[in-house]
C-alpha cells in the first residue's frame, strides 16, 4: 500500500491540537514534572514537552492504567474518552502492537481492547537517541511506523513536519483537518532521523537464551538489584498485574494494579513455597519472558530498545548491557 | 581511593572477608554498586562524589548475606545506616568490617563498630538548605493548601516501592503494604492507597532515617517523599531532642520486647 505522505507545517501542530479538542478529543501529550517528562491530558498546546529523548513512563496506561476496574458488567465504552496519544515515540507505538499480543494471547482482554479501540496514536520519529537507546538492535529504527496512526517526522530542528497518515483512524484525523496536511514535495525522512547502532542480535540472544537457564551469569548480574519495580513499570511492554478485591463498608469492587516480576512476592504460593526465591531468579525471567518466552509464543520480542528501564533504575541495572554480555559469553 | 583498594585486596587475599561492597564505575555516567569477591577485582572500585547510593541497604539482602562476612565501603549515611542497622541486631561486628570514607574523603579504618559509632556522633544529622527552604515553605501553608501539595506530588507515584528497596532501614522480610488477607494498605496505587503508604513509611522511619536521601535519588519519578521524613526528623528535634543512630538501642520513637510472641520482627 501506498503511504500517504503529507506536509505539516510546524505552525499548523497546535491549529491541530486545537481542532481535536473541538471534536472532544482528550490529548494525552509528554509533559513536563519534577524534571520529569511524562504522559498526561495536556489541557493546552504549550504544556506539550519536546526536545527530551524518551518519556519517563512510556504511553501503555492508555490502554493499561495502573489500577483498573474490572466490573462483571463489562467496559461501557461510552465512558471511555477518544484519545489522541500525541508525541509517541517509535519505540513505544510499536511497544503497543507487543502490549496488544499478550492481552489477545488466549484470552481476549475485553477491558484492553476496549481502551485501546479509542485511541488514536501520533507518533514522532526520533531526531536525537542517548546512550541508553537500542531500538535497531530489536528490530526497530527512530523513524519506524508501525503502532502509529500517524507518524510525524520533524525535517530538522525548528522545521516542517512530514505526516505518514499509516492507517484508517490516522484518515480520519485528517478528515478533521484536511487543510492542515498540505501536499509535500519530499518524503525523504532518513536524514533527519537520530543515529541507533546495533548493539547486539536478538535472534542470537534468543537462541541463547535456550540453553542459559542455569547460567551463573544471572547471579552476576542481579547482586545490585534491589528488587523494586521501576523497571516494569516504566516498560512499555511490561503486562502483569495483580487482582485485588477491595471493601468499601458494605460494597467492594474487584481492579487490578500493575504487578512486577521483580518483587519477592511475586509469585509467592499460598503454601509458603517461593520457585523465584531469589532476585536472580527473578531476573531471569524478567530477560527469558522479553527475548525468549515472548517470541516463543507470540512471535514477538518483549522488548522494543526504548532504554526506559535502563534510565529508571535506581542501581545502574543497564539491560543493553546485561544483553550485550549474555551474546559474548560462552555457554 | 588506593587505600580503600589495597585494604579490600588485604581483607579479600586473607580470607577474612568473603566480599567487599563499593563502587564501581557504571553505564551513562553513574556510579553503581560492586561486590567484590576476589582480590584481583578489587582495582575496580571507585569513590569520587557520584558515589551516594546507600551501600547500606545490601547488608541485610539474603544473596548478599549468604556470601558470608562482609566489609563495605561506609561514606558518613552509611556509617549512620550500620550503627543503626547494628542497633535493631541486623550487624554486628562478627559479619562486617566497615571501610569508612570521610566527609573529606579520606580513607578511615575502624576496628569495630564502637568506633564507627563514635566517628558518626562527631556530626550532627543536619537538613541541608535547599531541603530545609522546602520544608519552611510548606510549615507556612494552610492545611488546605499542604493537602493539595502532597496529593499533586504523591497522586503520580505508582508504588514500584523503589524508596522501599533502596532504604537500609526498609529491610522487613514481609512490609505491610504487601499483605492481602487482610489487606492493610490499599495495594492501588491511587490517591488514598500514595498517601497511605508514604504516610506510613515516613512514620515507620521516625527515628530511625538517617536522612541519606536514597528514597529520593531511587524515585524514577523524582517525587520529593524526603520531606516527610525530613520533615519527621525535624520534629524528632524538636520534641525529643533530636535522632543520632546509637549501638546502645536506646530508640527514639520504638520499643520492643525480647520476648513478643509475633515472629514476624526478625
Redesign the interface.
Known sequence: MNIDKRLVRKDSLEKLFDILKQNSKAIYAPLS????T?FGNAVAFETISDGYVQT??SAKDIAFP??DGMSVRGIDLNEIPEVVLWGVRPCDATGIGELSSIFNWDYKDEIYNNRLSKVTVFGFSCSKA???CFCTSVGGNPGNTAGSDILFTQFGEGGDYLAEILTERGEKIVGLAPALFENSETDDKEKFLANVPVKFNHNEIREKLDKFFESKEW?EQS??C?????C???CPTCACF?I?D?AHGKNGSR?R??D?CG?S?FTLHTSGHNPRD???ARWRQRIMHKFSYMPERLEVFGCTGCGRC???C???M?IL?NLISIQEVTV | MDELIKRAKDLLESSVVKVVIGYEEGTGNKTRALFVENAEDAGKLIFDSRCVQNLAAYITKKEVKEKGKMAIAATLPVMRSIIQLASEYQVNDSNLIVLGITPESKFIEFANLVEVETFVHKYQIEIDARNKEMLVKLEKMTQAERWKFWVDELTPCFKCYACRAACPMCYCHRCTVDFNQPQWVPVASTELGNLEWHLMRAIHLTGRCIDCDACYNACPLSIPINLLTKKMLEDAKEHFGGYQPSLKGDHLMSTYKPDDKENFIQ
Open positions: 514534572k519534577n524534571g520529569k511524562t519517563t513512563q495502573r489500577v542517548d546512550d541508553y547471579i547482586l545490585r534491589l528488587g523494586c519495580g521501576a516494569a513499570y516504566v495483580d485485588q477491595e481492579i494494579c500493575w512486577s518483587f512476592h531469589v532476585q536472580s535502563s534510565r529508571a535506581p542501581v545502574d543497564n548491557e
